[in-house]
């Protein structure tokens, strides 16, 4: 389940693909960090447990991909056609606080 997660994923507010789970390189980054852990992460040899020094970022990673995250793409702060109505209100009102409310005609 974890390789799927880290498989890439699309996003539509980039328009482009990322891995499922995405790690910030700079704060994880050096030894014991969870990049490191991943990649030194091994089982003992004849047993089906993982080696005890590099499995807590791991165990961390699996836990939040067993909650299946599932990406979902921001929603508009405002209503689409609220936004049009209110900036085509806005066209026709000219001036500042003097004339607010006032419809002006040329």
Known sequence: ???????????????KS???MLFA????????GPIHDMF?????LGTDKPEE???DACDCIRYAAL????YKAPEPE????LARL?????REETGGALYHGMKMRY
């Open 86 to 90: 209110l900036l085509a209100n806005q």
């Open 53 to 55: 020094q590099y499995k």
């Open 78 to 81: 405002i209503n689409q056609e």
């Open 25 to 32: 390189v700079n704060g994880c980054k050096g030894e014991r």
């Open 18 to 20: 990322f891995p499922g």
């Open 67 to 70: 909650e299946q995250p599932v």
């Open 1 to 15: 389940m974890v390789k799927e997660y880290l498989q890439p994923h699309y996003s539509t507010v980039k328009d």
């Open 40 to 44: 030194n992460y091994q089982w003992k």
